[in-house]
């Protein structure tokens, strides 16, 4: 039996996983656009220091993204935040995150209120619980406003689902963005107590977030190494410009070169998808290309510690968009991680972010601008005056996919649609998940789709814990 040829397009840590899972037992090609691979992981130079200039840390709980990490290499590179504790930047003061909370819901009244993340109202407000009847989905803002009040949604729930999908919470999916809720909502009972319990469940006991020495961004081009170890293709600056189904496969046109596969694998963001599938599958490309992105501005400063003029504690802080501020948070990246204060002892880096989901107005702005907005409130939180000696301005336009009421159930007419067709397969942020782990899991999904019977088991042996 001839060896199955499979082709991937898009090399982010989806397509990038997805070929290293797939080239043990297919001969793979993946195509990546631009001229690096990576997608949202990137690692660049700010003031002389290595940093991430895009996403900058995995969930560890879940253990996709750590076993990748490990089998590709990087197994003693790994290591998680420190210890330094998150602030919310509202009512005109730097305020504990507080403790025994759920991306915002509150499980601990009393550390809520000894936050002062919350008046005195809204802190009353959240002790009586209300009512709110939940179906199969809902989204969480009107919920937990429901159930706790408005503020609980303005201060907290805002903010930290902002960090995740820099959208709105009286969009974004209860399901989709926190499914271990859903139980709770649709049992009726208290959410506070849900939380509680939850929070509470045993756990794996070891960091709920990991990074890598060297940042994050250092795992697209270990994976990518592996992958060529193992004998896949892996091209740079080769868009596809078409893909249709033959009697035996698929036709893709990459740079004007025709290369012809058993199975095909998108690993790109929707609106790509969308376009690629226009012809062939168009039930699933109207699916795909109704699904909204939002993007943002990351703009990373470096200081001279000797010139900094005041302590900056903690990990960094996020900000309620009800506060009205420029910046939706910052990551004060030389506390947060131990290997980047190590490796520039002498230098101090932060990093801000600005712009949400249909307020993208800062990413035209020119780079000056938004480090000077992002200084702006710097000095207002925490009185940072200093000026940086370097900076870097990274934009992530249409970089993080929405998951409204009812995502999941797009997601499993575009799955349902394209298995229909035959040797092919989607995969990445806009569909399970935007971290890294669910990335991950969704490549492997999608190579499991797709190969010839029997050739599965030579993908999951030995590869990400199976």
Not at 190 to 209: M, T, Y
Not at 219 to 233: F, I, M, S, Y
Request: glycine share 14%; with cysteine.
């Amino acid at each position: 039996m001839a060896e199955q040829r499979v082709v991937v397009v898009g090399g982010g840590i989806a397509g990038l996983t997805a070929a290293w899972l797939g080239s043990g037992a297919a001969k793979v090609t993946l195509l990546e656009a631009s001229g690096r691979f990576g997608g949202k992981l990137l690692a660049g130079e700010v003031g002389g220091v290595r940093v991430d200039l895009g996403a900058e840390s995995m969930l560890a709980r879940r253990p996709e993204a750590v076993e990748l990490a490990r089998e590709v290499g990087l197994a003693g590179e790994l290591e998680p935040p420190t210890t330094a504790k998150a602030a919310i930047w509202t009512r005109g003061e730097l305020r504990p995150l507080p403790g025994g909370q759920l991306m915002g819901v509150p499980g601990d009244l009393a550390a809520l209120a000894a936050s002062g993340v919350l008046t005195a109202a809204g802190v009353e407000r959240a002790g009586h619980e209300g009512s709110a009847e939940v179906g199969s989905d809902v989204a969480i803002g009107a919920y937990v406003a429901a159930k706790l009040g408005r503020e609980v949604v303005d201060r907290l729930v805002e903010p930290l689902l902002g960090g995740v999908y820099a959208g709105h919470a009286d969009e974004i999916s209860l399901r989709a963005a926190v499914p271990a809720l859903l139980p709770v909502a649709q049992a009726g009972g208290s959410l506070a107590a849900g939380v509680r319990e939850l929070i509470g469940r045993p756990g794996s006991g070891g960091p709920v977030f990991q990074g890598l020495r060297g940042g994050l961004g250092t795992l697209p081009e270990a994976v990518a190494d592996a992958c060529r170890k193992n004998g896949a293709d892996l091209r740079t600056d080769s868009p596809v410009e078409e893909l249709s189904r033959t009697p035996e496969g698929w036709r893709i046109v990459s740079n004007g070169e025709v290369l012809y596969a058993d199975a095909v694998i998108l690993a790109v963001p929707a609106p790509q998808a969308a376009r690629l599938l226009a012809a062939e599958v168009p039930v699933a490309a109207a699916e795909l290309g109704a699904v909204e992105y939002a993007g943002m501005a990351l703009v990373t400063m470096a200081f001279r510690r000797a010139d900094l003029g005041t302590e900056l504690s903690g990990s960094g802080f996020l900000v309620p968009p009800v506060d009205g501020r420029q910046i939706k948070a910052s990551t004060f990246s030389s506390n947060k991680w131990g290997w980047l204060e190590r490796s520039a002892p002498d230098a101090f880096l932060l990093r801000t972010s600005l712009g949400r989901h249909r307020e993208e107005a800062a990413l035209e702005l020119a780079d000056e601008e938004l480090v000077a907005r992002s200084l702006a409130d710097l000095a207002e939180a925490v009185g940072l005056r200093a000026k940086p000696y370097d900076s870097a301005v990274t934009r992530w336009a249409g970089g993080l996919p929405q998951y409204p009421v009812g995502h999941l159930d797009r997601v499993a007419r575009i799955r349902a649609t394209v298995a229909g067709v035959g040797g092919l397969a989607v995969c990445g942020a806009a569909y399970d998940g935007v971290g890294v782990p669910a990335c991950i899991a969704s490549a492997r999904r999608a190579v499991n789709e797709v190969l010839t019977p029997g050739a599965g088991a030579a993908v999951t042996e030995g590869r990400m814990g199976a």
